[in-house]
């Protein structure tokens, strides 16, 4: 596993490669061009380093992607000129805009229209009501379909860019672990996790690192609406206690892509039904991944899950899902046993080169359960697991 | 928990009278940062940009708010779980559940932080009677003031910071990677019960301009550092930014610095009411004249600064980083950041 998450990672291909399949889609699309301002569509066309954020400091400090289907190179506009890819030229590097400033954001959909021409199509991702106004002239469409076609098949170097998220997030946990004891509390842990993941290499953080303390029954609260378990919520500073049940979820980053690792705890000795449900957790990823081969669709992968628990509670969180995709965002097509519901899952057709997460949990209500994360590469052949196994006994 | 009103709404009142006084009847939020301004909500926090979606609804006629979340975790006491609509993958499904939210039917003038093209489409659809306005002025205009409250949860959150950026002051070494002090700063302020850095920490060998990526790089003696730090505690955002000298400053190290914190002085001084910050802005040496609350938001350069605006103010000279938040007081500029300016 080591050897493989230290395989090098080609930067430039990585870009040209992304940008290749992001033009065809979007030209089969029709657009003359994307407008990007959302974080993970930015680092997907363009490769651009922006520091990870709190949305309340990413949100006014956007960068922004104008990406041409002509083939010519893309526009960034940036607050950090030293995140920019080196296969920018400088006149393509531009400073940073405010895009919730009227002004600022003329000045962008007037470089737009230069750029593009009159009459042309542009697909945008998000819009700002500024910007909403400044390119009221053009036509503009939703950028996402397209932009969600060219990443659900995985280049070779973002493969490697998971995979070594997935690595590093693995190695801290297994460093911060030991910490988890009466006491400690989980703002503790993130420091520790955070700390151990920047030494590691990784140079963000996908989200708020979640140990999150699981009461054995969704009726204890926090109350839920969905009737399932409300997961996942913030940390605090509560100190964990003998006895508590913690669901793990963390995801960092490397080159922009994200690792997502959960797994469960027992804080002291384990719940007498814990080897139990682990075992059956382990058996609906066997069988969901032993379903996953191109051609195969979301609904096969469902019912792989259902008939394993035949009889018992749903093996996922139903207000989230059995699988998501991974990439520049931290959750992306293709999601399948979403509340979308059975159609939309057989509708969902995997081929190689998707990666997918899977996150079944098993759940007797008064004893509580378990929730791990396995990562899946959809392979010619069937599948390949980029991550550990996320059951205990199996690693 | 604490979160930035606790178990007070005096955010949301102060923001239903501003909607009464613009004439907005309803509000569709999707920006966690302004949602948890209004709200208090203390939820899970991502990392970068979402597109707008509707995640939050205050309604002006029964003078509240209902969030987009799974249960009740989280909320503040005066908004309990009957204030809650359930997530869903189905705009369609969403959109339901946000048109049933009591009182939004009704409302002809709903303001929203966002335009998602498709989100908007299907939102016009199911609230026939509702204008869709920019509501960006009236948050942003509601939200600039703070209240003692808000400035003690900020002071609260820069303490935090400073106490991270103590630490990392205490790693600076020759032969120490720029990462390892990043890691520094997310340890210390995670034993201090902060739980995410506001934004990735940028502790760098200073350039010719300043870089905002810590790698591999080693500090050597004769170095500049520049360590800009920020922290979410209870919403609030709390930052610092200073410059350190690796091994001892040389004589045109300490000048930059000593020219770098006069541009800060200078520009915190002026920083007062009617004063608009455009100007200010335009200096070479100044990076950043921002308000700062539960997120760091430009003000537009024509927009005159008031009695009780926070505002972050980063300058940068020949290598040396410095950063401040200053509170915009009635008799006096001052600085809530507490940490040396000097290299040493």
């Given at each position: 596993?080591?050897?493989?998450?230290?395989?090098?990672?080609?930067?430039?291909?990585?870009?040209?490669?992304?940008?290749?399949?992001?033009?065809?889609?979007?030209?089969?699309?029709?657009?003359?061009?994307?407008?990007?301002?959302?974080?993970?569509?930015?680092?997907?066309?363009?490769?651009?380093?922006?520091?990870?954020?709190?949305?309340?400091?990413?949100?006014?400090?956007?960068?922004?992607?104008?990406?041409?289907?002509?083939?010519?190179?893309?526009?960034?506009?940036?607050?950090?000129?030293?995140?920019?890819?080196?296969?920018?030229?400088?006149?393509?590097?531009?400073?940073?805009?405010?895009?919730?400033?009227?002004?600022?954001?003329?000045?962008?959909?007037?470089?737009?229209?230069?750029?593009?021409?009159?009459?042309?199509?542009?697909?945008?991702?998000?819009?700002?009501?500024?910007?909403?106004?400044?390119?009221?002239?053009?036509?503009?469409?939703?950028?996402?379909p397209a932009l969600g076609r060219a990443r659900l098949v995985k280049t070779p170097d973002e493969i490697a860019c998971i995979r070594r998220a997935q690595h590093l997030n693995e190695r801290a946990i297994a460093e911060i672990g030991p910490l988890v004891a009466p006491g400690t509390t989980p703002a503790e842990l993130t420091g520790a996790f955070l700390e151990c993941c920047a030494g590691l290499g990784a140079t963000g953080t996908v989200l708020d690192p979640v140990w999150q303390v699981v009461a054995p029954a969704v009726g204890a609260g926090p109350r839920s609406v969905t009737g399932d378990v409300a997961f996942p919520v913030a940390g605090g500073t509560d100190p964990f206690a003998d006895g508590d049940l913690v669901w793990v979820d963390t995801g960092v980053e490397v080159h922009g892509y994200g690792s997502d690792y959960g797994t469960t705890w027992d804080v002291g000795a384990a719940h007498p039904r814990r080897a139990e449900q682990w075992s059956r957790l382990r058996a609906v990823l066997d069988a969901v991944t032993a379903a996953v081969r191109p051609g195969a669709t979301g609904a096969d992968l469902t019912r792989a899950a259902r008939e394993t628990e035949a009889g018992r509670r749903t093996p996922w969180l139903r207000h989230l899902y059995l699988a998501h995709g991974i990439g520049t965002a931290p959750a992306e097509a293709p999601l399948i046993g979403t509340d979308l519901g059975d159609e939309v899952d057989a509708a969902t057709v995997l081929g190689p080169g998707t990666v997918l997460v899977l996150e079944p949990v098993i759940w007797d209500d008064g004893d509580g359960g378990v929730r791990c994360e396995e990562i899946l590469l959809v392979t010619a052949g069937g599948c390949e697991r980029l991550s550990a196994p996320g059951t205990p006994e199996a690693r | 928990m604490t979160t930035p009103t606790g178990d007070d709404r005096a955010h949301l009142d102060r923001l239903l009278d501003a909607m009464t006084a613009a004439g907005v009847d309803a509000l569709l939020l999707g920006h966690e940062d302004g949602i948890r301004w209004v709200t208090g909500a203390d939820r899970l926090r991502l990392t970068g940009t979402r597109p707008f979606a509707p995640a939050c609804v205050v309604v002006r006629a029964t003078r509240t708010a209902h969030l987009l979340a799974t249960s009740d975790a989280g909320l503040p006491a005066f908004l309990d779980v009957d204030h809650v609509y359930g997530p869903s993958w189905d705009l369609v499904t969403l959109a339901t559940r946000v048109a049933a939210v009591p009182g939004l039917a009704r409302a002809r003038t709903v303001g929203t932080d966002g335009t998602d093209p498709t989100v908007e489409d299907i939102l016009a659809a199911f609230l026939p009677v509702a204008t869709f306005v920019d509501a960006g002025p009236l948050l942003r205009g509601v939200r600039r003031r703070t209240s003692p409250a808000d400035r003690a949860g900020i002071a609260a959150a820069i303490d935090v910071a400073q106490r991270g950026l103590a630490t990392?002051?205490?790693?600076?070494?020759?032969?120490?990677?720029?990462?390892?002090?990043?890691?520094?700063?997310?340890?210390?302020?995670?034993?201090?019960?902060?739980?995410?850095?506001?934004?990735?920490?940028?502790?760098?060998?200073?350039?010719?301009?300043?870089?905002?990526?810590?790698?591999?790089?080693?500090?050597?003696?004769?170095?500049?550092?520049?360590?800009?730090?920020?922290?979410?505690?209870?919403?609030?955002?709390?930052?610092?930014?200073?410059?350190?000298?690796?091994?001892?400053?040389?004589?045109?190290?300490?000048?930059?610095?000593?020219?770098?914190?006069?541009?800060?002085?200078?520009?915190?001084?002026?920083?007062?009411?009617?004063?608009?910050?455009?100007?200010?802005?335009?200096?070479?040496?100044?990076?950043?004249?921002?308000?700062?609350?539960?997120?760091?938001?430009?003000?537009?350069?024509?927009?005159?600064?008031?009695?009780?605006?926070?505002?972050?103010?980063?300058?940068?000279?020949?290598?040396?980083?410095?950063?401040?938040?200053?509170?915009?007081?009635?008799?006096?500029?001052?600085?809530?950041?507490?940490?040396?300016?000097?290299?040493?």
């Open positions: 596993m080591a050897a493989t998450a230290d395989a090098p990672i080609d930067l430039d291909r990585l870009r040209r490669d992304r940008r290749e399949r992001l033009v065809t889609e979007a030209r089969a699309a029709g657009l003359d061009a994307v407008l990007l301002i959302g974080s993970a569509g930015v680092t997907y066309a363009t490769g651009a380093d922006t520091p990870t954020a709190d949305v309340g400091v990413a949100r006014p400090r956007r960068t922004v992607a104008l990406v041409p289907t002509d083939g010519s190179l893309p526009h960034l506009w940036t607050w950090w000129p030293d995140g920019a890819p080196p296969d920018l030229p400088v006149d393509h590097v531009l400073p940073g805009l405010h895009l919730d400033d009227d002004h600022d954001a003329a000045a962008l959909g007037t470089a737009v229209a230069e750029r593009t021409g009159t009459g042309a199509v542009i697909g945008v991702d998000d819009r700002t009501w500024s910007l909403r106004r400044a390119l009221v002239d053009l036509t503009t469409v939703d950028a996402r | 990392v002051v205490g790693t600076v070494a020759p032969g120490v990677t720029e990462r390892r002090l990043s890691g520094a700063f997310a340890g210390r302020i995670g034993r201090l019960g902060a739980t995410m850095p506001a934004f990735a920490t940028a502790t760098c060998v200073a350039g010719t301009a300043p870089r905002s990526f810590p790698g591999e790089r080693t500090l050597a003696a004769g170095d500049l550092v520049t360590l800009r730090g920020g922290v979410v505690l209870d919403g609030w955002l709390g930052l610092v930014a200073r410059t350190r000298a690796v091994g001892g400053a040389t004589a045109g190290q300490v000048s930059a610095a000593e020219a770098a914190l006069e541009t800060l002085r200078l520009v915190t001084t002026a920083c007062r009411p009617g004063r608009p910050v455009g100007s200010l802005r335009a200096r070479p040496d100044v990076r950043a004249v921002d308000g700062l609350g539960t997120d760091l938001a430009p003000i537009g350069a024509d927009d005159p600064l008031a009695v009780d605006d926070v505002c972050w103010i980063e300058v940068a000279v020949d290598g040396v980083l410095l950063g401040d938040v200053v509170h915009v007081g009635t008799d006096a500029t001052v600085p809530l950041t507490g940490v040396p300016y000097g290299l040493g």
